[in-house]
């Protein structure tokens, strides 16, 4: 092949400059990204310590974000929103209705453990597979528009999924109560429980609520099994979207969002392209249903919401659509935010501006009231405007224009003080 | 035949709604080329113009009413609007009982205001972004705008009757020669319906018949000449922002007596009337208005029970497919003009 | 019999005829250029070609099969590639990545799954794309984001991407239309050298005799739809009704 052009390109003669492929590094990474797998591994594995950093019973405690529960969401909605990001932040397709993959794969999984077993793997592999084809037909009929109408049919197919879940499809879904694990439920792999025996989801025994404390003076940090399992599949999920990212197919996805014109014209067909990044996306969306099942056994279609959907969006942008760590960095944010946000009551208020003079505090007990607590849909809804508004990189891309203010700050100063002495 | 009238008929309140509010957003769309996902909210505000205008109507003040005693023989205390110290007592009734097609005079103004604010303020800074920037930001104001309904005005519907004179339903079955009793229809569907006929004439005659309308078609056809030509067609285009949400501000107040207003009833719209401007034809006002109807009827039928004893559930669904059915058959729907919102 | 033959074809939209009654065919190995004034139906004419459009008559085929029914890019796949008006290339990617974009297309097909593949990796191509961009002089240039050069570069990448498909026929549309002289004069010595260097059928529409006298070894004119007169080009220079048709409306002012 390349002799051949040789051959025939006597434009200019080959030189023989070409540099050689680069060649694979850690686990087929090259050297920038190895490094980012790696600090997010540690990141991950260590976050029931870093995102405890204050003791237990201060003042603070209550921005600690260490215990189990929000750990495991992170990771989670972490997942979801990488999924989201090889498809919006790599192709530009906005999907509105990616909340359905991720409640079908919960529905999934949570039969695969009614039906099957309490063996969390099973489930998570059912929901992966039935969002992947759930995925396929929303996708193979969506795609065949692009732009605003691709985004439309995407929020139709997803409302329809959360009006079948909450009504007609009851006997499936549970409808308005959802569905919970059961002891009576016929798991056949398992054998039946006894009569009000608690079903818990596991790993090879290994309950994914248990977990292991560790007291260090008046610090208690909480090393949980089902979160490290989410952390775990969130690290391969991270790192196959890098290779993703990597890939020819990913640069393919790229070229998708850049040109499609010219696309067709290279001989390459778009759509099996899109198509693809689609159903990868909802299968990451069902990885993340499958897990959220995981962690808390029961389902509701509220999963499926419109606005399940317009938070997995905000969380890629936020972070940074088309950037490898932003939809993680996105994700992390909204939930952290959501679930500090959503605790803040009154009295808290109170006492956060105690230090004022009454009157002020009950102006700014006022004033910042509606938008905490329940309120959190407004300050979601606000940060969304300020985000597109203000970051559209995200911020991912606000990081990096810092970084190279702060750089050629610096970078000024040295040629500065080189030139100096010259004088 | 006569369950097929009085399916039509009950399509054409809810086919109304989704012809309005298609019809705002196809103009908005055509003439500013923004996709507008907040104007389910705007649908939404003003339905609740018309809560807050009949609540304002029934302020009141207590007074010690001599002539009537309670129970232990105190005199009572009554609660009497102060329209009725304004008006006198019997027109003071008349106004509150007639407060929603009243607050249509409020929303008028209301509504083209917020519109023209939300144009200047927020939309026109977005024109030359992409159009998932646009879906974006306007998705986040919808939900701003909900929210803060919510805040003022809780979770729960708010009933906002109609006025006695169109509480109850007509035999229009008796009228045009059926069975009395087959085909009973609700007074304020039929007023609906009728307001709906007379907003969208008057917007298309509006676009037809004045140099305004002339200059903001040209400007649908083709922006740039326009502007070429001298005219100013911003300052148009944002009077014509202000007029589309007027438009859906009315049908969300004359909708009120129809479905109870709550804070998310412009989310559940929205949604479906995207869906009709995508099947009637993105960019095709005739499109817009013929799809909401036709959907509306659709709908209507897929809600009879002999069709849900078959199909259960379809009636929550049949837009939907609706919608899949005529994108695969015809990708630029029903009405669609070639090469608007292709890429 | 050539390497693209045209037969009857005709187009048609709404009450305008574009194209009558069309018979062309393109002898493999020379550079064949179609003339004709505005709204002769030269784009018309190209967009058939290449699967953009479906004539309502008559038949297209390229290396004796036909090209009508398939989409733009299985008709690329069969060996024509196009370069357009204004430069199609992928902006936001960088000029190595828009090279290696043809270069898997010309390896993998129209469609390949290669998601955990490394693309820096895959020597092959991207010894092939490195070896197009100095085919090209474009070799500094590769880290560059394509949107940031100038026209005349793009252009170049555009028909390097092209090249590097080793198609049997390119299909060039005004190549230089809205470019500055230079510009011009550098891309008819890219396509001499093409021309000279690779055993390539071209097929250009233009508008610059220029361009179109000191490349093209057959030219046909299009006016009104049909073709008017097939010549070589000193022929055509003379020939009497071309320059009532076209020459005699451009250089009669």
């Given at each position: 092949m390349t002799d051949q052009t040789s051959n025939t390109g006597a434009v200019r003669p080959a030189t023989s400059?070409?540099?050689k492929a680069k060649s694979a590094g850690f686990l087929g990474l090259t050297g920038k990204d190895a490094s980012l797998v790696v600090l997010v591994a540690v990141l991950t594995l260590l976050a029931p310590f870093i995102l405890n950093p204050f003791p237990e019973?201060?003042?603070?405690?209550?921005?600690?974000?260490?215990?189990p529960d929000l750990m495991q969401r992170f990771v989670i909605f972490g997942i979801f929103a990488i999924g989201f990001n090889i498809l919006f932040g790599l192709?530009?397709?906005?999907?509105?209705?990616h909340a359905a993959f991720l409640g079908v794969g919960s529905y999934a999984g949570i039969w695969s453990m009614k039906l099957?077993?309490?063996?969390?793997i099973p489930s998570i592999i059912v929901s992966v597979a039935v969002a992947g084809l759930f995925s396929l037909l929303v996708g193979w009929i969506s795609l065949r528009r692009s732009g605003i109408y691709f985004s439309i049919l995407t929020l139709a197919f997803a409302m329809m999924s959360f009006a079948l879940a909450y009504s007609v499809l009851t006997p499936i879904?549970?409808?308005?109560t959802g569905l919970q694990l059961k002891y009576?439920?016929?798991?056949i792999l398992d054998g039946a429980l006894a009569q009000g025996e608690t079903p818990r989801a596991n790993l090879f025994g290994l309950e994914m609520g248990a977990s292991y404390e560790m007291q260090v003076g008046a610090w208690l940090f909480t090393f949980n099994a089902g979160y490290y399992i989410a952390a775990i599949a969130m690290l391969v999920a991270f790192y196959l979207s890098i290779r993703i990212f990597r890939s020819p197919f990913g640069m393919m996805l790229r070229a998708v969002k850049s040109n499609q014109n010219r696309l067709n014209y290279t001989g390459i067909s778009p759509k099996p392209y899109t198509l693809a990044a689609f159903v990868i996306s909802g299968m990451y969306a069902g990885l993340a249903g499958g897990l959220l099942v995981a962690m808390d056994t029961q389902v509701g279609?509220?999963?499926?919401f419109w606005t399940a959907s317009g938070e997995v969006v905000l969380m890629t942008i936020l972070g940074g659509?088309?950037?490898?760590?932003g939809p993680v960095l996105g994700a992390g944010f909204i939930k952290y935010m959501e679930n500090i946000v959503s605790t803040i009551n009154k009295t808290t208020l109170e006492g956060w501006f105690a230090f004022a003079p009454d009157w002020l505090t009950d102006v700014l007990v006022t004033i910042v009231y509606p938008f905490v607590g329940k309120g959190w849909h407004l300050t979601l809804g606000i940060l969304f405007m300020a985000v597109v508004i203000?970051?559209?990189?995200?911020l991912v891309q606000g990081g990096q224009k810092l970084a190279s203010m702060f750089r050629r700050k610096k970078g000024d100063d040295a040629a500065a003080s080189q030139s100096q002495p010259g004088e | 035949m006569d369950a097929i009238i009085l399916q039509i008929l009950n399509g054409l309140d809810k086919g109304s709604a989704y012809a309005l509010i298609a019809l705002g957003l196809t103009l908005i769309f055509g003439t500013l080329g923004v996709v507008n996902f907040a104007h389910g909210a705007l649908f939404m505000l003003g339905a609740f113009c018309a809560v807050t205008f009949s609540r304002l109507l029934q302020l009141s003040h207590t007074v010690i009413d001599e002539t009537q005693k309670d129970f232990l023989g105190n005199p009572l205390k009554v609660d009497v609007p102060y329209i009725y110290e304004i008006l006198g007592e019997s027109a003071g009734a008349a106004v509150i009982d007639w407060a929603v097609p009243l607050s249509l005079l409020m929303a008028i103004p209301v509504m083209i205001a917020i519109g023209v604010i939300m144009e200047r303020g927020l939309i026109k800074h977005f024109y030359k972004r992409p159009h998932a920037d646009q879906i974006l930001v306007t998705f986040g104001l919808a939900i701003v705008l909900q929210e803060i309904i919510k805040y003022f005005y809780g979770a729960n519907p708010i009933p906002t009757p109609a006025p006695d004179a169109f509480i109850g339903s007509f035999d229009f079955g008796a009228m045009i020669?059926?069975?009395?009793?087959?085909i009973v229809y609700p007074y304020w569907r039929l007023v609906y319906f009728f307001f709906a006929a007379v907003i969208i004439a008057a917007v298309f005659a509006f676009l037809q018949f004045t140099t305004f309308g002339m200059v903001v078609r040209a400007g649908m056809a083709d922006r740039e000449t326009v502007t070429l030509l001298g005219i100013d067609i911003d300052k148009r285009f944002t009077m014509m922002f202000g007029i589309a949400a007027a438009v859906a501000g009315l049908a969300g107040v004359m909708y009120t007596p129809i479905n109870s207003p709550n804070y998310h009833m412009g989310m559940d719209f929205l949604v479906l009337s995207f869906v009709v401007v995508v099947v009637g034809g993105m960019g095709s006002l005739p499109g817009a208005v013929l799809a909401g109807f036709l959907l509306g009827i659709v709908e209507a039928f897929a809600s009879m029970t002999q069709v849900l004893e078959i199909l259960p559930g379809i009636n929550q669904i049949v837009i939907y497919l609706v919608a899949i059915v005529v994108l695969l058959t015809r990708p630029r729907g029903l009405m669609g003009r070639k090469g608007v919102m292709e890429d | 019999m050539g390497i693209l033959e045209v037969k009857n074809v005709g187009k048609r939209f709404g009450g305008l005829q574009a194209l009558g009654n069309v018979n062309l065919s393109v002898a493999e190995g020379t550079v064949h250029a179609i003339i004709g004034p505005n709204g002769a139906g030269k784009s018309t004419l190209l967009n058939c070609l290449v699967g953009k459009l479906i004539p309502d008559t008559g038949s297209v085929s390229f290396e004796g099969q036909?090209?009508?029914?398939?989409k733009p890019h299985e008709i690329n796949q069969m060996g024509i590639s196009r370069v357009f008006q204004t430069p199609e290339i992928f902006?936001?990617?960088t000029v190595m990545e828009n090279m290696m974009i043809p270069c898997l297309a010309k390896r993998?097909?129209?469609?390949?799954?290669?998601?955990?593949?490394?693309l820096l990796g895959d020597a092959e191509i991207v010894d092939r794309a490195e070896h197009m961009l100095e085919d090209m002089n474009m070799a500094d240039k590769r880290?560059?984001?394509?949107?940031?050069?100038?026209r005349g570069d793009k252009r170049r990448l555009e028909i390097g991407m092209c090249l590097a498909q080793e198609p049997r026929l390119l299909l060039l549309d005004e190549?230089?239309?809205?470019?500055a002289r230079a510009d011009t004069n550098n891309t008819i010595e890219l396509l001499q050298q093409i021309k000279e260097s690779r055993p390539i059928t071209i097929a250009i529409i233009e508008h610059d005799m220029h361009v179109v006298f000191s490349l093209s070894e057959r030219i046909t004119v299009l006016a009104q739809g049909t073709p008017l007169v097939e010549d070589t080009p000193d022929n055509i220079k003379g020939h009497p009704k071309v320059r009532e048709a076209y020459l005699g409306e451009s250089s009669g002012h």
């Open positions: 400059a070409a540099p019973g201060s003042a603070m405690a209550q921005f600690n974000a260490g215990y192709t530009g397709y906005l999907s509105f209705g099957l077993t309490l063996n969390v879904t549970g409808g308005e009576f439920d016929p798991r279609a509220e999963r499926m659509a088309g950037t490898l760590i203000f970051l559209p990189g995200g | 020669g059926f069975d009395a009793g087959s | 036909s090209v009508l029914g398939r902006g936001d990617l993998d097909g129209a469609f390949a799954l290669h998601g955990y593949k490394s880290h560059m984001h394509a949107a940031s050069m100038s190549p230089t239309a809205g470019m």
